[in-house]
């Protein structure tokens, strides 16, 4: 296995808008991240993940960038940009940017350019057709409800948008758009960035045919993803991207891959490719998801969850990495999703941190995680902000006319608003996070759950992921050590082994409310014990059989 940096390192997710304000407007900022600098390095993470920062109209929260090289005015300028990336550094912790080069916005100067005629020398840097019968294109459906395509009445023709209608798709078909691309890479690169984390990155090549989808039972829509997803020239562009740019710096790399398997993702990561470090994967996140998609939220088994785990660990092992999270800007609160986040929030917190951070991979922490904050559920659809959700709820309710309570149920379990609540740093008013009015609403619950108070509390979450995070950073085991999955069946007990040479780790997670048994396979055999980590009181008690608390987790270390 090679060493590498990134292998062992913690990143932690900052969601600028709703991390730190410093200026009292109700937005977080740049300058409210350097206030917190200290925070993170207490917490022992290695790298901060910035969602966008870029210029932008803020359609989409910043995933529709008009300016690649500037600073959204909100969260301050370039000056405070380069004085957080230096504040970091000096802490001994780097900087991730988010890159968004599937789209752009539709105010960015190239679009802008694109628009004005056929034959403008930007025209090409997106993704332009003529109607077909009177009609669109194709019948694709956009992630974000609607057609995939906008008619422009100026050049008679339409431009495609997998996202929102201000989210143009870019031509990756285009060298001179790669270029570009590449060249604004390359700034960023050499001003010090440690990285980048990249947005849907495997939806930049189309299937150029540009056929109709495959409209589902109750859609009006083609289900366009087969000819955007993973797309015939991705990993030209990914290797090409390697070699003129991510090559040239000893930087971490992960893409954000939508509708990949092991042995997709291994095309993107494997160790002799030359594309990316490690991808995000979604299988996970789509458990429970049902008819009406992740709005359906219906329960889900251990079982499912082991199953997907394991086949990711197992199918990326020598050859690839993995990317673990539970949570982050698109998705619901862990605890609320796979834990309780009422009666045993602390314990099913510790709990999941526990099961995620002993496997192989290079764990995510989203913020606000390292203290249990929760889902929040808004009196009405008026303070949601979320693009997706407000146009899910305009076509179910209102074109569809569906049951307002049962949509709302959909949004409380899985939208996006969710993650995107203000961290909750004290017990003052608007939890510390703004003297002003916070962008959305702060979660009710900041008083109970909060910063400072898990900070005085030495058996917090806070602390719990603090220790996880030092267990990491002094055991070699816990990065590149074998993981096994034991117990495969057991719809309470997610139990699994980490082997290195002679060592061996037995991480046991209950995600139950009820207690459960215990028993240790009999081909695990050890000559000494100890027990490295519980979110419970542990006596030295007989492991080979054991009762697990309700959300109980144990990490016990075998020497042979």
Not at 176 to 203: E, T
Request: proline letters at 3%; one cysteine or more; glycine letters at 6%.
């Amino acid at each position: 296995m090679n060493k590498k940096w990134w292998k062992e390192s913690v990143v932690y997710q900052i969601y600028p808008r709703s991390f730190n304000d410093s200026n009292g407007d109700g937005i977080g900022d740049l300058r409210g991240i350097i206030e917190k600098l200290d925070y993170l390095k207490e917490l022992g993470i290695d790298v901060i993940w910035l969602s966008p920062v870029y210029k932008s109209p803020n359609d989409d929260n910043g995933y529709d960038i008009s300016d690649y090289q500037n600073i959204m005015d909100e969260f301050g300028s370039m000056e405070d940009f380069d004085e957080m990336l230096s504040e970091a550094h000096k802490r001994g912790m780097k900087i991730m940017m988010d890159l968004v080069v599937n789209h752009s916005s539709d105010e960015h100067k190239w679009f802008v350019e694109s628009k004005k005629s056929r034959d403008n020398k930007y025209r090409d840097y997106y993704i332009w057709k003529p109607g077909k019968d009177g009609k669109e294109p194709t019948n694709w459906e956009s992630f974000f409800s609607g057609s995939t395509w906008k008619y422009d009445k100026n050049t008679d023709e339409y431009y495609l948008h997998l996202f929102s209608k201000k989210q143009p798709d870019l031509n990756w078909e285009n060298p001179k758009l790669r270029r570009a691309v590449y060249d604004m890479m390359d700034w960023w690169l050499s001003k010090g960035v440690d990285g980048f984390r990249m947005d849907v990155i495997n939806f930049i090549s189309k299937d150029q045919a540009y056929l109709d989808g495959e409209v589902h039972k109750g859609k009006k829509y083609g289900d366009g993803a087969k000819y955007c997803m993973n797309g015939p020239r991705v990993h030209e562009f990914l290797q090409e991207m390697n070699r003129e740019v991510l090559s040239k710096y000893d930087i971490m790399t992960v893409g954000e891959t939508p509708g990949v398997n092991p042995e997709i993702a291994k095309k993107y990561v494997g160790e002799n490719r030359n594309e990316l470090n490690m991808v995000f994967q979604f299988e996970h996140m789509d458990l429970g998801s049902g008819p009406n998609g992740k709005w359906s939220d219906l329960p889900w088994k251990l079982t499912e969850l082991k199953a997907i785990m394991s086949k990711w660990q197992k199918g990326l092992e020598g050859d690839g990495w993995n990317s673990l999270y539970w949570n982050n800007h698109d998705q619901p609160r862990v605890v609320s999703r796979f834990g309780n986040d009422k009666e045993y929030r602390v314990k099913s917190a510790k709990m999941l941190a526990t099961c995620l951070h002993m496997m192989q991979g290079t764990p995510y922490i989203y913020q606000g995680e390292e203290i249990g904050m929760t889902n929040v559920a808004f009196d009405s659809i008026e303070e949601y902000k979320d693009i997706e959700t407000l146009n899910m709820y305009n076509e179910a309710v209102n074109e569809q006319g569906k049951d307002h309570e049962e949509v709302m149920k959909g949004i409380y379990g899985r939208g996006r608003d969710n993650a995107r609540t203000p961290v909750q740093w004290d017990d003052s008013e608007n939890a510390g996070f703004t003297t002003g009015k916070p962008w959305i609403n702060v979660n009710s619950n900041y008083k109970e759950i909060n910063c400072k108070k898990a900070l005085e509390d030495k058996n917090s979450i806070f602390h719990y992921y603090k220790k996880l995070i030092d267990i990491r950073k002094n055991n070699d085991i816990v990065v590149y050590g074998r993981y096994d999955l034991i117990l495969d069946d057991h719809e309470k007990i997610y139990a699994y082994t980490r082997t290195l040479e002679d060592e061996k780790l037995l991480v046991i997670c209950n995600f139950s409310e009820q207690t459960s048994e215990f028993k240790l396979p009999e081909d695990i055999t050890y000559n000494s014990k100890k027990l490295v980590i519980s979110n419970y009181e542990v006596d030295d008690c007989n492991i080979e059989e054991f009762t697990l608390k309700p959300y109980e987790a144990r990490v016990y270390n075998f020497k042979k």
